[in-house]
């Protein structure tokens, strides 16, 4: 199984500022997923992000206001850029793990942004 | 503490059968549910959410759930089931913290 430490857990912003988020995976994993999750409502897909080739945006996201990174099969950072309190969410790294018996997602603990 | 279980790892169930998958959740108030499907190396999709009201919820792709407050309980149902639909389904519980997910059920559909 993998294990995922995110960081910033939470942090508080100011608007027209950025903030990068880090995640470290365990082991190497192929594809990364990034996640806003907006006060009391679901998942949405930022974008899928692998190792050495660009990530891939879902509608409604570019890469202009949300720059991945993904330098390794280990590391990735997503940066919520040029803030705005409408930014003021949970967001989450996932990776898919299929190697081991049962788990195959796994989360990230979460960052809490709010934006002043 | 928030807690999700789907006590099926893998079910396989014939093209055109009917299909229930099991979540079973642990939250202190009143839970936001999801279900969601996911294809190998794609993101999550949603299928359907409860948040409060009518207790039965309507999703894409013919999906259903029932929220059931006594047994703590959101299952997912399909009347037929299409070979499209072999993924990964995972249930989640959550409001305004991260999402809580349970480990997964794989479906697989047979002819």
């Known amino acids: 199984s993998a294990v995922i430490s995110q960081k910033p857990s939470r942090d508080i912003c100011q608007r027209g500022t950025s903030l990068t988020i880090q995640c470290q995976v365990d082991s190497q994993v192929t594809m990364m997923f990034w996640y806003r999750q907006q006060p009391g409502q679901s998942l949405t897909l930022i974008a899928t992000a692998n190792q050495g080739s660009e990530a891939t945006y879902e509608s409604g996201f570019v890469i202009d206001k949300f720059p991945i990174s993904r330098p390794n099969l280990t590391f990735s950072t997503l940066t919520v850029s040029n803030l705005s309190p409408e930014d003021s969410s949970i967001y989450l790294c996932?990776?898919?793990?299929?190697?081991?018996?049962?788990?195959?997602?796994?989360f990230g603990s979460g960052t809490q942004l709010s934006v002043l | 503490a928030q807690s999700v279980t789907q006590p099926d790892i893998h079910i396989t169930v014939s093209e055109g059968a009917s299909l229930e998958l099991r979540c079973n959740y642990s939250y202190g108030a009143t839970p936001y549910l999801f279900w969601y499907v996911q294809s190998p190396g794609q993101g999550l999709q949603l299928l359907l959410k409860?948040?409060?009201?009518?207790?039965l919820v309507q999703g894409i792709k013919g999906f259903e759930a029932e929220f059931k407050r006594s047994q703590s309980s959101f299952n997912l149902r399909k009347p037929s089931v299409h070979w499209s639909d072999a993924a990964e389904y995972f249930c989640?519980?959550?409001?305004?913290?991260?999402?809580?997910f349970g480990k997964g059920t794989r479906l697989s559909v047979i002819a």
């Open positions: 409860y948040f409060s009201g009518d207790t």
């Open positions: 989640a519980v959550g409001g305004n913290t991260p999402l809580v």
């Open positions: 996932s990776v898919e793990d299929r190697t081991g018996p049962v788990e195959k997602l796994f």
